[in-house]
């Protein structure tokens, strides 16, 4: 499972339920054998979300006329925090991003991200 997925489904948990991040790490991998650097990237892109998040939105909120759902607006945050805090060059950011939308269930947004 990427890394991306687990980071957005994670922070989905934390943005609309409140769980505490770790917890929230845990129920999104509860069904999946994942790769301790997998978890460990997740972790750092949600902390990176997390820490610039209300940046993240204001410009998800210029950049995107309607507002997205939540699926979708934590995956573009995850976007932006792979590229703004964690420095993955862009190019390679979006195609992951795009990637996990797709696994997400949410093909209509590649185009979108």
């Given at each position: 499972m990427s890394s991306r997925v687990i980071a957005?489904?994670?922070?989905?948990?934390?943005l609309e339920q409140g769980k505490a991040l770790d917890v929230a790490l845990t129920d999104a991998t509860a069904n999946y054998t994942i790769e301790p650097r997998d978890?460990?990237?997740a972790q750092a892109l949600?902390?990176?979300?997390?820490r610039h998040g209300y940046g993240y939105q204001v410009v998800i909120a210029e950049l995107v006329p309607k507002s997205p759902a939540p699926a979708l607006?934590?995956?573009?945050?995850?976007?932006?925090a792979?590229?703004?805090?964690l420095g993955t060059a862009a190019f390679a950011?979006?195609?992951e991003t795009v990637s996990?939308?797709?696994l997400l269930g949410l093909p209509y947004a590649a185009g979108l991200v």
């Amino acid at each position: 499972m990427s890394s991306r997925v687990i980071a957005a489904r994670a922070l989905r948990l934390v943005l609309e339920q409140g769980k505490a991040l770790d917890v929230a790490l845990t129920d999104a991998t509860a069904n999946y054998t994942i790769e301790p650097r997998d978890r460990a990237y997740a972790q750092a892109l949600c902390f990176a979300a997390l820490r610039h998040g209300y940046g993240y939105q204001v410009v998800i909120a210029e950049l995107v006329p309607k507002s997205p759902a939540p699926a979708l607006m934590a995956l573009l945050m995850i976007g932006f925090a792979d590229v703004a805090a964690l420095g993955t060059a862009a190019f390679a950011a979006v195609n992951e991003t795009v990637s996990a939308a797709r696994l997400l269930g949410l093909p209509y947004a590649a185009g979108l991200v």
